[in-house]
């Protein structure tokens, strides 16, 4: 399983109850099952069908009555506006929404130590849990559009540092991106390994940029002409002593990558703190991932990854969630990804299945959704091979042919949220 950052996350403070007037605040909830505060919004804010008191647009958030794919989430994502604080005119609409499927990452520990033996492929003829069925449902019945597959890069080269990847291992992985991509959704191929082999940092005393490149142009070589992978260089890097050091090896990866042919797909450009959207500015990350280019020079479909989990701790390991990041995080992301003319990406994101974590979950959606031009979309933390019983889990439970979705995925985080859950997904 993915670990989570366990450094302690500074809250600001942003109203989320009703104002003095009995009118709730900007971002705050104003409706749902069980709700008994204000209903109506502040000025300048409408009530939305997430429940949240959002700036009115002319395009919302999938209604409640849609029954497949919105037709609008596979379409380009509005440019940034050129201003460095008002959305571009088509935001509203959030171009990525999906879930990440775990499983070959199993094994994989924060300092990078991974055991390739671990690696629980998630598809029923590797006797793991049926993550076909799984993301196929996930597409058909609550619109989903892209999965992230987490695999540790030890699995890949078979746990020989420097060596070329192992054809049988990466068939076995192969056939997890294949039943994603027969979805007809976007895979992020997702190195798993915490910037790290067994504890020491790639270009700063560990693996060499040169040993991380070598495995990114072999999996370059093998997609470059598959337009629904995306590339996600790695897996929350954290404590790196040298952040313009780190550039550098995601430079070495981006050059690999375009280099081995694969020069039109989108590839994610981690930052420090474990990838943490709240500090990817103060931390030094957002400067010097700027500098990362294409070959030619451009930026052309680099984006940035960030991840952000809403409970107390910022570790994703908790079941009640207590902000929605929007003061803390968001709002000063937005801002600077506009101002440089960029784009982020949430690659890991989630909470309990909680009321707590349906209610701030549901606005920090919404709030993207409202910044669509620099915030691309999110993918949920996790089903794939996890059980039930973990508290994170979006696993969807299978009786026969039906699935029923987790309750945070049925309010908010599937894109048909609110809709009828349960149905057919095969």
Known sequence: MSLKALYPLVLLALAVSSSAQGQGALYSQCG???WSG???CVSGAVCTVLNDCDPPTTSTVPPTTTTGPPTTTTSSAPAPSGSCTSPAPGSGSLRFMGVNISGFDFGCNTDGSCTASAAY???LQYYGKDGQGQMTHFVNNDGYNVFRL???WQFLTNN???ASIDQANLAEYDALVQACLGTGAWCIVDIHNYARWNG??????????AQFAQTWSEL???YKSTEKVIFGVMNEPHDIPDINLWAGSVQAAVTAIRNAGATTQMILLPGNDYTSAQTFISNGSGAALLKVTNPDGSVTNLIFDVHKYLDSDNSGTNAECVTNNIANAWEPLTQWLRCNGRQAFNTETGGGNTASCITYMCQQIAYQAQNSDVLLGYVGWAAGNFDASYVLSELPTQSGS????????QACMAPVAGAQKGSTGM
């Open 220 to 222: 370059a070589t093998f």
């Open 200 to 209: 020491e940092i790639i270009g700063q005393g560990g693996p060499t940029n």
């Open 150 to 152: 987490p695999v540790g």
């Open 38 to 40: 204000a209903t109506t």
């Open 121 to 123: 492929p998630p598809l």
């Open 402 to 409: 039906t699935w029923t979705d987790t309750s945070l995925v």
């Open 32 to 34: 749902g099952i069980g």
């Open 160 to 162: 020989v540092l420097g």
